[in-house]
C-alpha cells in the first residue's frame, strides 16, 4: 500500500490530547483538551512541534515512513503559523524529511485557489534548503464520510455528461485536483459504498480528460516545491537552474527560434533528451515542440543545471 500512498498521523488519537510527560488523556474532557477542538490555539510553534512530533514517533516506531500530518477537525486554525513552522520542525526532527507537507484547508466551491502553498522557505542555496507545504483538498467529504452516511454520489465530483461537477472545475482552471474522504466511507462498513463511488469518478475522469498524472501529496509537495523555490535565469539561448530540491519530471515551456534543439547538461556532463511528436508523449527525459515554443521534460537535480538551445 505504501508505495502508492503516504502514511500520515491525524494527530494522536484525534480527540483526547495526550499529555506528553505520561502518555496518558488529559483528566479535563472538554473541548480545551480536545485535539480537533480548542486544545490548540493560543499554542507555540515549540508546543505544536512537540506534539506533532510525538504522533510522528508512533509511525517511525510501527516501521511507516512519513513526511507529513493531516490535522483532526479544528486542530491548528487558531495558530496557522505556528501549525506550519511547527510541522516543518516535527517532520525534520523525526524523519529528516526534505519537503514535509501538511493537509488543513480544503474548499469545495467557489474560485479560490486550491493550489499548495510553499511556506516558511529559508536557505534555498545553502546546503539545508527548509520549506513546508500546505496540501489544500478541493472537494467535500462525499464518499460516506467519517461516519458511514450516504455517499453524496459520483456527480458532485464529475456528473456523468462529464461536462460539471468539482473536479471539472478545478481541472479546467490548471490546479491540482486533491479528492477527500475518509477510508470508513470507503470501506462503509464492507458494503465499500465510498469505493464505488471513488471508482466511478476515476472512470468518468478518464473518459473526460487524456492529460492527468495521479501524485501522492509527498509527490505533489516536493513537485510545487521546486516549482516555486527553483531560481530559472534565462540569458540568451541558455536556461539556468538552481535548484534547492530535486524533483522528477520537472517540466518546462519555453519560445524558442523554429530549429532550436534543447541540450541538458548537469556539469560538464551532457544527458541525452528524446525528441517526441506531442505533450502528452512526455516523460522525463524529453521533448517536443509546438510552433515556437519547446516542451522539455527532465529530472531537476538539486543544485546547477543547463537547458541550451542550439540550432
Known amino acids: 500500500m505504501t508505495p502508492n500512498w503516504d502514511i500520515h ?6 480527540t483526547r490530547v495526550i499529555d506528553l510527560k505520561t502518555g496518558h488523556p488529559y483528566r479535563d474532557p472538554s473541548p480545551k483538551f480536545m485535539e480537533n477542538w480548542e486544545w490548540s490555539a493560543g499554542r507555540s510553534t515549540d508546543e505544536i512541534g512537540a506534539y506533532l512530533a510525538y504522533a510522528l514517533q508512533i509511525l517511525k516506531n510501527a516501521g511507516f515512513t512519513c513526511e507529513g500530518i493531516t490535522t483532526p477537525g479544528g486542530f491548528g486554525n487558531k495558530v496557522l503559523p505556528e501549525l506550519s513552522q511547527g510541522t516543518l520542525q516535527a517532520v ?19 474560485d ?22 500546505s496540501v489544500i483538498g478541493c472537494t467535500g467529504d462525499w464518499t460516506g464520510g ?26 479546467t482552471r490548471g490546479e ?10 470507503i470501506y462503509w462498513s464492507g458494503q465499500e459504498l465510498g469505493f464505488q463511488v471513488f471508482q466511478n469518478v476515476v472512470r468518468r475522469l478518464h473518459e473526460r480528460f487524456d492529460n492527468l498524472l495521479w501524485m501522492k501529496l509527498s509527490e505533489l509537495s516536493r513537485y510545487w516545491a521546486a516549482k516555486e523555490l527553483t531560481r530559472i535565469e534565462h ?4 536556461i539556468n537552474f538552481t535548484a534547492p530540491y ?13 530549429k532550436a534543439v534543447p541540450a541538458w547538461k548537469v556539469g560538464d556532463k551532457v544527458l541525452p533528451l528524446k525528441k517526441v511528436t506531442k505533450r502528452l508523449q512526455l516523460v522525463s527525459g524529453t521533448w517536443c515542440r509546438e510552433g515556437d515554443t519547446v516542451i522539455v521534460c527532465f529530472d531537476v537535480p538539486r543544485g546547477k543545471s543547463t537547458i541550451e538551445f542550439a540550432a
Open 9 to 14: 498521523p491525524e494527530m494522536v488519537t484525534h
Open 92 to 110: 525534520r526532527s523525526v524523519y529528516a524529511a526534505e519537503v514535509p507537507h501538511y493537509f488543513r484547508h480544503l474548499y469545495d466551491t467557489g
Open 112 to 133: 479560490r485557489s486550491v493550489a499548495p502553498r510553499v511556506e516558511n522557505a529559508t536557505g534555498l542555496e545553502t546546503d539545508d534548503p527548509q520549506c513546508v507545504v
Open 146 to 171: 467519517w461516519d458511514c452516511t450516504t455517499p453524496e454520489g459520483a456527480d458532485r465530483f464529475i456528473t456523468e455528461d462529464l461536462q460539471a461537477g468539482r473536479m471539472v472545475e478545478v481541472i
Open 176 to 185: 491540482p485536483a486533491m479528492m477527500v474522504c475518509h477510508w470508513t466511507g
Open 235 to 238: 540569458a540568451g539561448t541558455t
Open 246 to 258: 530535486a524533483c522528477p519530471n520537472f517540466t518546462i515551456q519555453v519560445t524558442t527560434r523554429e
